[in-house]
Every structure is written in C-alpha cells, then in structure tokens.
C-alpha cells in the first residue's frame, strides 16, 4: 500500500515516537510510506530520512506551507496521523478510506475535550484511542462506540535489548527513574517531589534521577522546572541525592536499564508510555491508581498509588478548559509508602518485574500494534 503520515515526526515527542516506530514497521512490512512532519525534523531519525517528502518547521509561511504540500501525492491506499482531532480534516484529505486518526485526551468528565474537537472524528475511518481510559472519554465527549478501535503504544525489542546502560553520576545503590520530559502541571511534578521528601532523606542509599526538558514556561499548563525544584530543596533540606538529566539520549531505554524503579505521580495519563517502556526493561513500577495506566499495570505487577479524582482547573488543560474535567490527585503518604516499599524489597521485586519482560515485549511489540491496525484497512 501507499501510505502518509502526517503529524508531528521531529523531535523527542511522545507522537512523534509513536509515528516514527509504526512508519518503520510499515516499510519493513513492504508498504510504501511518505512522512510529512508538522513539527520540525530536530532529532529524526536517519533509517527514516529516505521517506520524508515535506517538512514544516515551527515558523513557516505561507509559500512554505504549499511548497510542503505539494510535495504530498494527490491519494493514498491509507492514512495515518497522531494529532489533535481539530486537525484530522487537514491531515485526513489524500484518500477516501483507510484513514486512522491517534489522538489522546487525559481529561475525563461529560464533554471534556475541548469545545468543537469533537464533531471531527466523522473525518477518520477509525479513531485509535491507546487505552480504555482515553477511548471512554471520547465516548463521553460523544463520540460513537462503533467509530473507535483501542491500539495500544508500544516499545521496539531491538532498542530494548541493544540499549547500554547510561553513565550517571550517583553511585547509590537504589535509582529511582522519573522520566517528565516537558515540564507540564497535569505531571504533578512538584507531588512527586513531596513524596520523594517524605520517604527518604541524605542517610538513604538512594538516587532520584530526573529526566526533563528543562525550558522557560510559554503556556499556562507549563511550570519551571528549577522553581520547583529550588521549592522542594527549601522544604527539605536533608533530602536524598537527586540526579537531573538534561540533554538528549539517542536510546531512552539506556537510561531505564541504569535503574531500578520507575515512578510517577502524574495527575492523568492517557496511556503511560514510559511506564510502558519500564517494563520492558524489567523496572519496578510506581504509578497512580489511575488512568491509562491500568491497561497494563496492575497490583500483580506494580505499586499503585492510593488517591482520588478532582476537578481540575483551566490552567492545567490543554487548549480550552471544558467545566467538570477531572483528574486524578494522588495521595502523598500512599505515594511515599510505595517509594519506601521499592527500595526495601528491592531484592524480592525486582526478579518479578524482570519476569514480566518477555511477555511485555511480544505483547507491546510495535510489529504488533501495527499488525492491529493493518487489520482494520479495507
């Protein structure tokens, strides 16, 4: 088949991601695949250089804009994108079928998602939500059952398995990983912290290491990533060692496998693909009782965080703020309770978590969840 990707392609995004590894599944199933990026081509990788046709930068005129257009063939066998669904009619618009459209939404409540998104989905063959969290608060935004597919996100075995750990700094014996990349509220970042503080202190054997894109806030659901911290160091003047990573990593999974426990305390998360990739690499796993998460975490296999559901304010939503959209608080006790828990029986945790990996990585496989969607073309 013919086949477009439109979307976000450049940079470390978590759509992005998702593009680059089902496009690569694509061609190495034999299908023809053109990339058209709508966010730049910063850090794209080489194998899939060959296949992208256009690509816009963040600033780009008008002239750009149809030189970039141009370049697209007039129809395609199927077409894909993972973006917002106010932009499915634009890039959905080069054939009559097979068209798949991606997009999340961690927001739950009646009509959450933002005013007029909606109505959009018409535009798409199939809406592919990642979890059974996201694809309820479509259904509850209004959009039909029959018009949506659940396809989860997945992890690529080879970078799993080729990763070497990452050179860090500390030299404590237990390494709790947080993976923020952009420092948004919904993230909870500033929660995570609180139970950090709360469970372990300089006497502990233990290392917070931090990944985040440390920028100047430009959005409302944006924080400071150093104010937060600075905040929390006053709190807690005899925290344990914190370890921040800033610059980019080729292979994430290096820095998983330079640890043991993953963690977060995120507000929402409409699948959780970083606690996806943890275990996959055999990580103990620390997240809310709450969201995507819980399609494929469980307490078998994981350390829930105990907390409940909030009405979230308009500075912590994306686009626009719908009255009534809930999220999840956790609770800062049960959090710290389970970082403790982490790192004391470490020993006995660890070889379940590294059990599981075989299973994650034939089951999330991105050959998989390719697989599923080739299955809905017609």
């Known amino acids: 088949m013919k086949i477009l990707w439109s979307g976000f392609l450049g940079r470390n995004h978590s759509w992005a991601i998702v593009a680059q590894n089902i496009s690569r599944q694509l061609m190495s199933m034999g299908h023809s695949v053109d990339l058209y990026s709508t966010n730049g081509s910063q850090y794209f990788p080489d194998d899939l250089k060959p296949s992208l046709k256009a690509c816009l930068e963040e600033k780009f005129t008008q002239e750009q804009f149809a030189e970039s257009e141009s370049a697209m063939q007039s129809m395609y066998d199927m077409q894909l994108t993972y973006t917002a669904l106010k932009n499915f009619p634009g890039y959905l618009k080069r054939g009559q079928k097979n068209r798949f ?62 990763a070497e750990p990452f050179k860090l700094k500390t030299n404590k014996k237990s390494k709790i990983f947080i993976n923020i990349a952009q420092v948004h509220r919904r993230k909870n970042i500033d929660g995570a912290l609180e139970m950090y503080g709360k469970a372990f202190n300089k006497k502990d054997d233990v290392c917070l290491v931090i990944k985040v894109h440390d920028k100047k806030p430009s959005q409302p659901f944006e924080l400071n990533f150093n104010e937060l911290l600075s905040e929390f160091k006053n709190k807690y003047k005899n925290h344990a060692e914190i370890e921040i990573v800033k610059e980019f990593i080729p292979n994430i999974y290096s820095l998983y496998k330079s640890c043991d426990i993953m963690f977060s305390a995120s507000h929402t998360e409409a699948f959780g693909m970083t606690a996806l990739e943890a275990q996959a690499t055999g990580l103990i796993n620390i997240a809310p009782r709450y969201g995507g998460f819980l399609d494929f975490m469980d307490d078998n296999n994981s350390l829930l965080i105990e907390g409940k559901e909030f009405y979230v304010k308009p500075n912590m939503v994306y686009w626009s703020y719908q009255p009534g959209s809930k999220a999840f608080m956790p609770d800062v006790t049960s959090g710290a309770e389970m970082l403790v828990k982490a790192v004391k029986e470490k020993e006995n945790l660890k070889p379940k978590a590294e059990a599981l990996v075989p299973s994650i990585l034939e089951r999330y496989d991105w050959k998989q969840v390719t697989q599923q969607i080739l299955e809905l073309a017609k």
């Open 101 to 162: 459209g991606i997009w999340t939404y961690e927001f739950a409540g009646k009509n959450s998602i933002p005013a007029g998104f909606a109505k959009n989905y018409k535009y798409c063959d199939q809406l592919l939500p990642p979890s059974n969290f996201a694809k309820q608060i479509f259904l509850d935004s209004g959009i039909p059952e029959s018009h949506m597919t659940v396809i989860p996100h997945g992890v690529d075995p080879n970078h799993v398995t080729q």
